[in-house]
C-alpha cells in the first residue's frame, strides 16, 4: 500500500539521521532508582523534582481517593465528573498562590498541554495578538497556532525587541506567552521585566511554570514567589505531574479570568474530568510542598543543584549555565550525543537524549534532571562518569585529528 510505503520511507529517513526515539519500558520505580528491560538504572531524567511521586503519603492518598470515588471521573466538569476531591484541591491552591495573585482563584486540568491549549486560546482569537517567546514549549506553540489570533515571536530573552512588538500592536487584546524555566536549557525567564512591559502595555502575561512550580520560591510556590510578584495581569499555569509528582495542571488567577475560562475554554469543557483520586493525591502533595518537608527537599536539590554544576570539567562539551534542577550538556551532533547516552547507560546511568527538533540542529544534548530524590553520592559519581566520559571523547578525538 503505497501509503504505508510513505511512512515507512519517512521512518527510515529518520533513523538515518539519528531522530528515531525509542520508548523505554519501566517496571518499577523507587525515588531515582528503575528497573528497566532487566536493567537498574539510577535515573537523571524524570522532572519528579522533589521525589514526590513514589513518596508513600502521597501513595496512601490515591489508594484512598480511588476507595472514595472510584478509579474514573465519568464524566466532563460541565456534566457529572466535577468532584468534592477537584473542588476541594482548586481551593487549596487558590488560597496557597494567593499571596501572587489578587482575589485568586484556580482551575485543575488533565495535563498542562491542555491547560496551555484552554488559556491561550480561550483569552485570545483571531481579533487578539499573541506574543511568544521563542524557546517556549510545544503546547504554547500548539495553542498559539490553535488560537488563530495575529502572532509575534519574540527572540529568546529579547524584551527590546517585544517591546517593538507590543508598540506597534494596534489589537486591543493581547497576551504575551512565556515559560518560567525554559525545559531543554534550564534557565530562568526575566518575569519581573516582561511584566513590566505587560502592565505598560495593558496585556496579560501568561506563565507557564512547569518547571518551577514546587521547587522555586521560599515556599515551592513557584516563580511568582521567587521574584516576588503580583500582578492583575498575570495568569499562571503550574503543571501537578512534574514537582508534584501526580498529574494534571491548574490555571491560577482573577476569579473573573477563570470563571471565563470554565464558560470559554473547549479544552476543559470537551474532556473528561482526571480521576478524583489524583486530585485527591495532590492535596497530600501539596501540602508536602508548602511545609517543612518541601522546605528541606527543595534546600537538598539546591545542594544537589551546585555539586553537580561545579563538579564538571568538560572539554568541547558545553555544559549550559542554569541555576534549575534542569542540566544541560551540550554535545552537538546526535550521533555522538546518543554515543555518550548510551555509554552512561550501560554504567548504570539514565540521563535524556534531547534531539532535534525538540532543540536546534547541531545542539543535542544530555540534560540532566536532578531531584531531591537523588544522594549526595548518586550525583558525585555522574559527575566522576560524566567527566572521564568527556576526557576519553576528547583523547580519542585529538587521535584522530593527529591520525
Ligand atoms: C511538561 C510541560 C508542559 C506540559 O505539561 P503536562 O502536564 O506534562 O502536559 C507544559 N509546559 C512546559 C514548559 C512543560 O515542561
Known amino acids: 500500500m503505497p501509503l504505508l510505503q510513505d511512512l515507512q520511507a519517512q521512518l527510515n529517513e529518520l533513523d538515518e539521521q539519528h531522530l528515531l526515539r525509542q520508548r523505554r519500558t519501566v517496571d518499577q520505580v523507587r525515588g531515582a532508582h528503575y528497573k528497566t528491560d532487566g536493567q537498574n538504572l539510577l535515573g537523571f531524567c524524570s522532572n519528579d523534582y522533589l521525589g514526590l511521586a513514589t513518596h508513600p503519603a502521597v501513595v496512601q492518598a490515591l489508594q484512598e481517593g480511588a476507595a472514595k470515588y472510584g478509579a474514573g471521573s465519568g464524566a466532563s466538569h460541565l456534566i457529572s465528573g466535577h468532584s468534592r476531591a477537584h473542588a476541594a484541591l482548586e481551593e487549596q491552591l487558590a488560597a496557597w498562590m494567593s499571596p501572587c495573585i489578587d482575589q485568586a482563584r484556580a482551575l485543575y486540568f488533565c495535563t498542562g498541554y491542555m491547560a496551555n491549549l484552554?488559556?491561550?486560546?480561550?483569552?485570545?482569537?483571531?481579533?487578539?495578538?499573541?506574543?511568544?517567546?521563542?524557546?517556549?514549549?510545544?503546547?504554547?506553540?500548539?495553542?498559539?497556532?490553535?488560537?488563530?489570533?495575529?502572532?509575534?515571536?519574540?527572540?529568546?530573552?529579547?524584551?527590546?525587541?517585544?517591546?517593538?512588538?507590543?508598540?506597534?500592536?494596534?489589537?486591543?487584546?493581547?497576551?504575551?506567552?512565556?515559560?518560567?524555566?525554559?525545559?531543554?536549557?534550564?534557565?530562568?525567564?526575566?518575569?519581573?521585566?516582561?511584566?513590566?512591559?505587560?502592565?505598560?502595555?495593558?496585556?496579560?502575561?501568561?506563565?507557564?511554570?512547569?518547571?518551577?512550580?514546587?521547587?522555586?520560591?521560599?515556599?515551592?510556590?513557584?516563580?511568582?514567589?521567587?521574584?516576588?510578584?503580583?500582578?492583575?495581569?498575570?495568569?499562571?499555569?503550574?503543571?501537578?505531574?512534574?514537582?508534584?509528582?501526580?498529574?494534571?495542571?491548574?490555571?491560577?488567577?482573577?476569579?473573573?479570568?477563570?470563571?471565563?475560562?470554565?464558560?470559554?475554554?473547549?479544552?476543559?469543557?470537551?474532556?473528561?474530568?482526571?480521576?478524583?483520586?489524583?486530585?485527591?493525591?495532590?492535596?497530600?502533595?501539596?501540602?508536602?510542598?508548602?511545609?517543612?518537608?518541601?522546605?528541606?527537599?527543595?534546600?537538598?536539590?539546591?545542594?544537589?543543584?551546585?555539586?553537580?554544576?561545579?563538579g564538571l570539567n568538560l572539554r568541547d562539551w558545553t555544559l549550559l549555565s542554569s541555576q534549575t534542577a534542569i542540566q544541560p550538556v551540550v554535545i552537538g551532533e546526535n550521533a555522538a550525543m546518543l554515543q555518550a547516552a548510551d555509554t552512561l547507560r550501560k554504567q548504570g546511568y539514565w540521563v535524556g537524549a534531547i534531539r532535534p527538533p525538540t532543540v536546534p540542529v547541531g545542539t543535542a544534548r544530555l540534560r540532566v534532571t536532578l531531584t531531591a530524590a537523588h544522594q549526595i553520592a548518586d550525583v558525585h559519581m555522574l559527575v566522576q562518569a560524566m567527566n572521564r566520559m568527556n576526557q576519553m571523547a576528547y583523547i580519542a578525538q585529538c587521535f584522530a585529528e593527529v591520525a
Open 118 to 310: 484552554a488559556v491561550i486560546t480561550a483569552l485570545s482569537g483571531k481579533d487578539a495578538a499573541v506574543f511568544s517567546e521563542e524557546l517556549n514549549h510545544a503546547s504554547i506553540i500548539d495553542a498559539v497556532r490553535l488560537s488563530r489570533a495575529e502572532t509575534s515571536i519574540f527572540r529568546h530573552g529579547d524584551l527590546t525587541q517585544l517591546e517593538q512588538q507590543l508598540q506597534a500592536c494596534t489589537r486591543h487584546k493581547k497576551l504575551v506567552v512565556t515559560d518560567s524555566v525554559f525545559s531543554m536549557d534550564g534557565n530562568i525567564a526575566d518575569i519581573p521585566a516582561l511584566l513590566r512591559l505587560c502592565e505598560q502595555y495593558d496585556a496579560w502575561l501568561v506563565v507557564d511554570d512547569a518547571h518551577g512550580f514546587g521547587v522555586l520560591g521560599e515556599h515551592g510556590r513557584g516563580v511568582l514567589e521567587h521574584f516576588s510578584l503580583r500582578s492583575p495581569n498575570l495568569i499562571y499555569m503550574g503543571t501537578l505531574g512534574k514537582a508534584a509528582g501526580v498529574g494534571g495542571a491548574f490555571v491560577a488567577a482573577h476569579e473573573t479570568v477563570i470563571e471565563w475560562l470554565i464558560q470559554k475554554a473547549r479544552p476543559y469543557i470537551y474532556t473528561t474530568a482526571a480521576a478524583p483520586a489524583l486530585a485527591h493525591a495532590l492535596q497530600t502533595s501539596i501540602a508536602l510542598i508548602s511545609g517543612d518537608e518541601g522546605q528541606q527537599r527543595r534546600q537538598h536539590l539546591r545542594q544537589l543543584i551546585r555539586m553537580f554544576s561545579n
